[in-house]
């Protein structure tokens, strides 16, 4: 009885953090089927990776979890995956011999220079519509959503 109230009472496409999965769902596989329509071989995840690796050298894999919000064996193997493809690679660390460094190549560099050239009109393309006023509601929503679920 309980179960049927719900579903009565509330349909999935009213709940909005259901909205908002679909809608960064619905763009991450557009966004992505764009970059491999020109040859991109990265995925939007692994390039969140890499992006990390780029803006915060020496950080190590745990914080990198953190930051693309993926557990730890999820980045292990995008990890993985990006040192046998050559994007990435794994060095020694000089100070603790038990740590290793996590190394963009600059074969990652070339290839997030050429995708850093089509992601702008991606998201042009998914904005279109909004705002300037819009975005700024929506990134403050975000924010105070983000920031609730952290108290």
């Keep these: 009885m309980y179960y049927n109230n719900i579903i009565q009472v ?9 909205k908002i999965d679909r809608a960064i769902r619905t763009y991450r596989q557009f ?17 969140l990776v890499i ?49 290793m460094d996590i190394l963009v190549t600059q074969k990652a560099l070339d290839a997030m220079e050429a995708m850093d050239e089509v992601i702008p009109t991606n998201r042009a393309t998914a904005l279109s519509g909004l705002t300037q006023e819009e975005m700024q509601i929506t990134t403050k929503v975000m924010t105070q959503i983000a920031s609730n679920c952290k108290k």
């Design 31 to 47: 966004a992505q089927a764009r970059l491999r329509s020109l040859g991109h071989q990265i995925t939007i995840d692994q390039w």
């Design 10 to 18: 509330e349909k999935l496409d009213s709940i909005i953090f259901y």
């Design 51 to 99: 992006r990390c690796l780029i803006e915060n050298p020496g950080i190590q894999q745990n914080e990198i979890s953190e930051l693309v919000f993926k557990d730890a064996a999820s980045v292990n193997r995008m990890i993985n995956l990006l040192v046998e493809s050559k994007y990435l690679k794994r060095k020694i660390n000089k100070t603790d011999r038990r740590k």
